[in-house]
Every structure is written in C-alpha cells, then in structure tokens.
C-alpha cells in the first residue's frame, strides 16, 4: 500500500506494522486450563429484592479462541472471562452483571494489542435463537496512540450474539454476524488504525470463536 505524506513517521510506522504483521497461527480448542474463580461473583447483597436463592447461581465463562475484525486475524490466547448471576424473582428469570476480564490481545509482529473489555449489556438468558449476547469494546495500545484509543462503545458498542460452535455447546460458542465501527478517541493516528484495520467493517466481514469453561456456583448451597 502506497504511504502518503499524511501517513509517514509513526503513522507509516503503525500502518506498515499492521499491514506487514504475519497472520497469527489459530489458538488452540481446547479451554483455558483451570477452573475460573468466583472473585467477580455478585455478593447476595447486589441481587434483586425478592430473589429466591434457591434458584440463583453464579456463573463464570472463561474462553480462548480467535478474532477475526476487518483486516485482522489474531488468537485469543490469553482467557476472557465473564462472571453474572442469574436466578428467579417471583417466578421470573432475573440477571445481575459480575465483571469480565481479558489479557491484551497481541496483533501479530505489530506494536499493536487489543483488550477486550464490557460494553455495557449482556443477556445469557439462552432462548432458540442464541446462547446469549454481550456488547464489547476494544482498547487499543499502540505507538501515538493515546490512553482512550478504542474501538466500539459508548453508543456503537461491539454487540455480539452468541451462538454454539456446535450442535448444543454451551461452552463453544461464536458470532460471524457483528459489524465493527470505526475507532474513537484514538487522536491523529484513528483514521491511519481505521485504514489498516480495515473499519468500519461490515456485517459478515467479522468473527469471534470461543472455546471454554464454564462454573457454577450456588447462592444457596444446599441447591447446587
């Protein structure tokens, strides 16, 4: 690709980075390792009034997998992991958001990470249609880039619909259909990372796969 005088210095440097990085050897299917602490769990206190703890869990999914925006095309070798609850409140199923976690995701020989981090909403009410779904945001660290430099979020969060990765999986899940917008806060290098990375990408042009734990806690001991 042909670098303009806009996109020379540490801009060319980004560019050519992420143009030039190898494509990444695809991240094992088997789960992270061990099970997933429950450090993130809601306390009984943070569950709707009227919950019935008879019926309410704890629940932590921790996966590895691959990323697949615009352009780009990385494992995900380092575990995300997201921690709800979710239970009855008179008869009804209620949810209560935990917390999520992710290692920086490395963007092959580019001076580049990704991290994912909650894009605030969740639904893992599984229905015939999906598993659940999860809006995500990106952080993204690199050279020129400044602190807030992410993409999706705020009003244009990465939603994902989760659906199994095979026939009844609940812990092997992925999404081909999510579009991604264009970065944001990223300062004078956003439209240079948009370019390289190929944002905004469309519908279809993007995947997550998952692999994974999933554990289960119970509120009321005596039910699990």
């Known amino acids: 690709m042909f670098l303009t005088a806009a996109t020379t210095g540490t801009a060319g440097v980004l560019l050519a980075a992420l143009l030039a990085a190898a494509p990444a050897a695809p991240a094992a299917h088997a789960g992270p390792g061990a099970p997933a602490a429950f450090a993130d769990c809601p306390p009984s206190s943070a569950l709707p009034a009227g919950a019935e703890l008879a019926s309410w869990r704890c629940e932590v999914m921790s996966a590895t997998g691959h990323l697949t925006i615009g352009r780009l095309d990385v494992p995900i070798s380092g575990p995300i992991t997201v921690t709800h609850a979710e239970g009855d409140v008179g008869g009804r199923p209620e ?122 806690r119970y509120y009321d001991a005596s039910a699990g």
């Open 95 to 216: 949810q209560v958001w935990g917390g999520m976690s992710a290692a920086p995701i490395p963007v092959g020989r580019a001076p580049l990470t990704l991290t994912p981090r909650y894009g605030g909403h969740f639904d893992f009410l599984s229905d015939a249609r999906r598993v659940g779904e999860l809006d995500l945001s990106f952080a993204v660290s690199g050279p020129g880039l400044p602190p807030g430099c992410r993409i999706g979020g705020g009003t244009t969060p990465v939603h994902l619909v989760l659906q199994p990765a095979s026939p009844g999986s609940t812990t092997a899940l992925e999404d081909t259909t999510f579009a991604v917008p264009r970065s944001r806060r990223c300062g004078p290098l956003g439209r240079v990372l948009d370019r390289a990375v190929g944002l905004p990408s469309a519908a279809g042009q993007n995947a997550i796969v998952l692999h994974g734990e999933r554990s289960i």
